[in-house]
């Protein structure tokens, strides 16, 4: 063979390893690079994965958010870690390095529908409900956001307020939540009439006055987990802790212990309670619940 076109066949066969996929894996701290496919699985409770462009499979360790797009093409860099210890009998565990999309996600299979995509979906169908263009709805509030373990499934918690059906003098807040599966409404819950000084915990830590009383809605968690009668209630891209037991104010007065017994991780709640402040210094502000109802 000739020097230039040996020369010829080897950068064939170098530019041929980079579109196929990656270097072939040696061991933990081997480098791989290429092309592939982010792939959605619905093994041990759903995760995704990059399928490379010679089949190789990568299990990627930090695969970004915005990138967890059932075929999305993709074209990424990371390292081997065989020694580390997932729940994902599936490809080859890497560190990504980086990873930089290279086309637009195929549009059918599961795991298509971003999440911006879903939440438009959800705003459009809370917009369009009897309960709000029917009562005279305003005041639209997103107060919180979940990705669900299937794919393409997202979970959107909202209020807004809505003249009262038993009363058209009252205006009552209303909780909408709304289940997207692939694209489409899966699921409603409504919670009707509200009352309309019920805020999110957002809203709450904007202006926390000491010693008043207010009404906070959220999703409980740590509820059994955390060394103390509490759990953490999240809403409005925020979070505060709710003691739920006897606690002493600064006054030395006690207030009454709440029953929790149908309140659990996961459920969205109305805490009525009072603002308490903290005496060590620089700790946040605690929510003394004297009520809590399960949405």
Request: hydrophobic share 40%.
């Amino acid at each position: 063979m000739k020097k230039g076109t040996f020369a010829a066949f080897l950068a064939a066969l170098l530019a041929a390893a980079l579109l196929c996929g990656c270097t072939t894996p040696a061991g933990t701290g081997t480098t791989v690079s290429g092309t592939g496919n982010v792939v959605f699985n619905d093994l041990e409770g759903g995760f995704y994965g990059i399928v490379a462009s010679d089949g190789t499979k990568y299990y990627p360790l930090n695969l970004p958010e915005d990138l967890r797009h059932n075929g999305l093409p993709v074209t990424f860099t990371g390292t081997v870690e065989k020694d580390v210890a997932t729940t994902v009998q599936w490809g080859m565990p890497i560190l990504l390095t980086s990873i930089s999309a290279t086309g637009t996600p195929i549009p059918t299979g599961p795991g298509s529908v971003s999440m911006e995509e879903s939440q438009t979906i959800a705003d459009n169908y809370v917009r369009n409900m009897p309960e709000y263009t029917n009562y005279s709805g305003k005041n639209l509030m997103l107060v919180e956001n979940l990705t669900l373990k299937c794919p393409s499934c997202y979970q959107f918690s909202y209020t807004f307020d809505m003249v009262s059906m038993k009363d058209p003098d009252v205006i009552d807040r209303t909780t909408v939540e709304v289940t997207i599966s692939e694209g489409k409404v899966n699921q409603v819950l409504i919670g009707e009439g509200l009352p309309a000084g019920l805020i999110t915990v957002g809203e709450f830590l904007d202006n926390p006055i000491p010693g008043t009383r207010v009404n906070v809605t959220g999703r409980v968690s740590d509820l059994g987990i955390m060394n103390c009668p509490c759990f953490i209630l999240t809403s409005g891209g925020a979070s505060v802790e709710v003691w739920y037991s006897v606690m002493v104010t600064s006054a030395e007065s006690e207030n009454p212990n709440v029953d929790i017994s149908a309140i659990s991780n996961g459920d969205h709640v109305i805490v009525r309670g009072m603002v308490v402040p903290v005496e060590a210094a620089g700790a946040p502000l605690r929510l003394q619940a004297s009520g809590i109802e399960k949405l």
